[in-house]
């Protein structure tokens, strides 16, 4: 059982390791472990979509979250989360399952503290520098934590296995791009957008196209920003490819002379297992600043490097993108060490856990 409900963040990890198992179960012969690989998630937005689409079944929970709310609402969605932690126990009785995989947000609390006490042993996958307070909480109860990043397996002690988040494999075959103009910009404001990155790339066009060589973008704004990202190239008569949603990413990071985007823990393993050099933007408002860790994790080792939001504006953004753009060598060097911190294998290695744990089981 992978519970997996919430954003790309949560969904493409897990399906990563799921086509893992479900890659292996047909690779070995009669006799070798097979895979029924059931998702349990919200039902809303993108999940809905892609977890299906990728051969899985998806069966949907209510689920609420406390952090950062108070009042009647914050009441309210203990109901919720109560609610969520007594239909989970009815899907644990129901498909028995041997592990339960979860990759934090509003409902991986309640599934995975539900198989705990029904002894069913627990994967927990930490994808960011800084650990969420679902992934906080659930650290005294979970059997394994698989991490992303070294320090924070301090968190979770002889728990822990430091083995990468996991990416589709098509990350790692990305091949390295010679750097000449025309340059192409890939933005990425995660699954949903990002409002913040989508204003300030639309207002930094006119510098750009005052600098002399506008760069070619390929943009993918989120649902609410689509139309409105889309007309402001189109008024410019500038190249461009708008998405509201980049189903094939590697295929758009192959093209990528550099990247800009946000930090999740997703983003940030597919840029470093891609080998992309990276502008990185975190997000202020993610819970306990994870973002900000991550991007400080790849600037610090010279993969990327990173504005806050609150020093972004147009003018920053042209300079950082020209700096970069007109030292080739500079971006050698940043793919360089991103693909140092890639861990491609991460689906594999935590696939391996999922099976040390179903035996246990």
Same mark, same amino acid.
């Given at each position: 059982m992978m519970v997996a409900g919430g954003t790309g963040g949560h969904i493409f $990890?897990?399906?990563?390791?799921?086509?893992?198992?479900?890659?292996?179960?047909?690779?070995?012969?009669?006799?070798?472990?097979?895979?029924?690989i059931l998702f349990v998630g919200t039902g809303r937005g993108l999940e809905d979509r892609v977890i299906p689409a990728a051969g899985f079944e998806l069966r949907k929970v209510a689920a609420a979250g406390l952090k950062g709310i108070g009042g009647l609402r914050r009441l309210r969605n203990l109901f919720v989360l109560l609610r969520s932690a007594i239909e989970t126990a009815g899907l644990l009785r129901e498909y028995q399952p041997h592990v339960v995989l979860g990759l934090g947000g509003y409902i991986a609390g309640p599934a995975m503290l539900m198989a705990a006490l029904r002894d069913i042993p627990t994967l927990l996958i930490e994808p960011?520098?800084?650990? +969420?307070?679902?992934?906080?909480?659930?650290? $005294?109860?979970?059997?394994?934590?698989?991490?992303?990043?070294? %320090?924070?397996?301090?968190?979770?002690?002889?728990?822990?296995?430091?083995?990468?988040?996991?990416?589709?494999?098509?990350?790692?075959?990305?091949?390295?791009?010679?750097?000449? %103009?025309?340059?192409?910009?890939?933005?990425?404001?995660?699954?949903q957008g990002a409002k913040a990155i989508n204003d300030c790339v639309v207002a930094s066009l006119e510098l750009f196209v005052r600098q002399g060589g506008c760069p070619r973008f390929i943009?993918?704004? +989120?649902? $609410?920003?689509?139309?409105?990202?889309?007309? &402001?190239?189109?008024?410019?008569?500038? $190249?461009?490819?708008?998405?509201?949603?980049?189903?094939?990413?590697?295929?758009?990071? &192959?093209?990528?002379?550099?990247?800009?985007?946000?930090? +999740?823990?997703?983003?940030?393993?597919?840029l470093a297992a891609a080998g992309k050099a990276?502008?990185?933007?975190?997000f202020p408002g993610a819970a306990d600043q994870h973002q900000l860790a991550n991007a400080r994790a790849l600037a610090?080792?010279?993969?990327?490097?990173?504005?806050?939001?609150?020093?972004?504006?147009?003018?920053?953004?042209?300079?950082?993108?020209?700096?970069?753009?007109?030292?080739?060598?500079?971006?050698?060097?940043?793919?360089?060490?991103?693909?140092?911190?890639?861990? %491609?294998?991460?689906?594999?290695?935590?696939?391996?856990?999922?099976e040390e744990l179903g035996r246990q089981r």
């Amino acid at each position: 059982m992978m519970v997996a409900g919430g954003t790309g963040g949560h969904i493409f $990890p897990a399906l990563a390791v799921a086509e893992e198992l479900r890659g292996r179960a047909r690779s070995r012969g009669e006799g070798e472990p097979e895979y029924d690989i059931l998702f349990v998630g919200t039902g809303r937005g993108l999940e809905d979509r892609v977890i299906p689409a990728a051969g899985f079944e998806l069966r949907k929970v209510a689920a609420a979250g406390l952090k950062g709310i108070g009042g009647l609402r914050r009441l309210r969605n203990l109901f919720v989360l109560l609610r969520s932690a007594i239909e989970t126990a009815g899907l644990l009785r129901e498909y028995q399952p041997h592990v339960v995989l979860g990759l934090g947000g509003y409902i991986a609390g309640p599934a995975m503290l539900m198989a705990a006490l029904r002894d069913i042993p627990t994967l927990l996958i930490e994808p960011n520098a800084v650990p +969420g307070l679902t992934n906080r909480v659930l650290a $005294p109860v979970v059997r394994v934590a698989a991490v992303a990043f070294e %320090p924070t397996a301090r968190l979770y002690g002889i728990k822990a296995r430091v083995t990468g988040n996991p990416v589709r494999r098509a990350f790692a075959s990305v091949p390295p791009k010679p750097h000449a %103009p025309p340059f192409t910009i890939l933005v990425l404001g995660g699954s949903q957008g990002a409002k913040a990155i989508n204003d300030c790339v639309v207002a930094s066009l006119e510098l750009f196209v005052r600098q002399g060589g506008c760069p070619r973008f390929i943009h993918q704004t +989120g649902e $609410p920003d689509y139309n409105a990202v889309r007309q &402001a190239y189109q008024e410019r008569g500038l $190249p461009a490819e708008v998405r509201a949603f980049i189903e094939d990413v590697p295929g758009a990071l &192959a093209r990528a002379d550099l990247v800009i985007s946000r930090a +999740g823990g997703n983003a940030v393993a597919e840029l470093a297992a891609a080998g992309k050099a990276c502008l990185l933007i975190p997000f202020p408002g993610a819970a306990d600043q994870h973002q900000l860790a991550n991007a400080r994790a790849l600037a610090r080792a010279g993969a990327a490097r990173l504005i806050e939001q609150k020093d972004l504006t147009p003018a920053k953004l042209v300079a950082e993108v020209g700096a970069l753009l007109a030292a080739p060598a500079k971006l050698e060097q940043m793919e360089r060490a991103a693909r140092a911190l890639g861990r %491609p294998d991460a689906a594999e290695r935590i696939a391996d856990l999922v099976e040390e744990l179903g035996r246990q089981r």
